[in-house]
């Protein structure tokens, strides 16, 4: 059986129009799944009833119910398993005043990042657009309504471009779940030609890159999978993505790490790299992961580093992560081993 959520509109037509339905039943049935999160064709009551049947023989829909979930004060994370196989991690974060969900867009990771850990074990498979979004109807079923949506899970979003951005072109969509496109964000550890490629024919999303370290050396060491384009190829891709989007700054997340990255010329590092450049860096104090060798800095020395990039001009904040009780935080979602 095949997902509903991984049909366009466009295929959804097709589909109705070898059953003899109308057009219309296209747009009844995108409101169903996605305005009003359906969790069968049974509940589609202004459809008749044979195409109710037929299409319960060949779509799976509704919300997944989560093989396990995790849950403090700020966030709620689920398992959930797909239903063509594989277990994937989402997270429900609790913002001031919305939820923000953080999405997978692979099983695993290929990139092999040095801190965490989706990357261990690799990369088992992309999801599809479907996938994708029933991650979101899945934590929708849960949370109520969700207003920001981030694709920092479990992956490496431009090594699923497609997939991602089909997914995204479906909650922007008013038939569908009409999210707004400025408040999703695509994060990437530094693609560089799907960035230009994104820059030019993406959606109109945030965008985010974990930088690392603004040292080449240090950045190779812990996003190894990234080191074929360098830091001057990187930023000229983001400079790239600014001038086309009119300005619009790239956030660079630098997960901080005690004794790797947080001293004194790591500052000036990053006000050479990124002050020429529409950007806002995001500290992020490391979410320890057992498997991994670093450990986050002290709160004085993250205090002192973000002064000190504030003071070099750099537009910078302090990210505290949410979930971190639950292992739900950045770089902390892997596959069912969390249970
Ligand atoms: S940090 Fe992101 S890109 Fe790196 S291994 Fe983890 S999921 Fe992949």
Known sequence: MKLFYD????????????????????????EW?????????DEMTNLPKDIRAVLGEEFIIGPLEPVAVAEDEDARKLLLEMPAGGEVECVAMRMDGYTSACLSSQIGCAVGCDLCASAIGGCERSLSAGEILLQLISLRAIEG?????????????????????ESIQRMTDDRTMGMSASRITVSTAGVVPAIHRYA????????????????????????PGMSRWDLGDLMAACYEFSRVRRGQPVTFAY????GVNDQYHDVDRLARLLGAQPHHLNLIPYNEVP????????????????????????NVSVRRSRG?????????LRRGTSR
Not at 212 to 221: F, K, L, N, V, Y
Not at 255 to 258: E, F, G, K, N, P
Not at 297 to 310: H, M, S
Not at 324 to 332: N, P, S
């Open 255 to 258: 997960v901080m790490l005690a």
């Open 291 to 314: 498997e991994c060798p670093y450990v986050a800095p002290d709160e004085e020395t993250i205090d002192t580093f973000y002064r000190r990039c504030r003071d070099a001009g750099l």
């Open 7 to 30: 049909l366009s509109l466009k295929e959804l037509k097709k589909w109705l129009e070898q059953h003899d339905e109308p057009d219309y039943r296209a747009d009844q049935l995108f």
């Open 324 to 332: 971190q009780a639950i292992d739900a935080a950045c770089g902390q």
């Open 145 to 165: 309504s969700i207003r920001n949506t981030v694709f920092m899970g479990m992956g490496e979003a431009f090594y699923n471009y497609e997939a991602v951005c």
């Open 200 to 223: 030019t024919e993406g959606p109109k999303t945030e965008l985010a890159v974990s930088l690392g370290s603004a040292d080449q050396e240090i950045r190779d060491m812990l996003i």
């Open 33 to 41: 799944a996605y305005q009003h999160n359906a969790g069968s064709f």
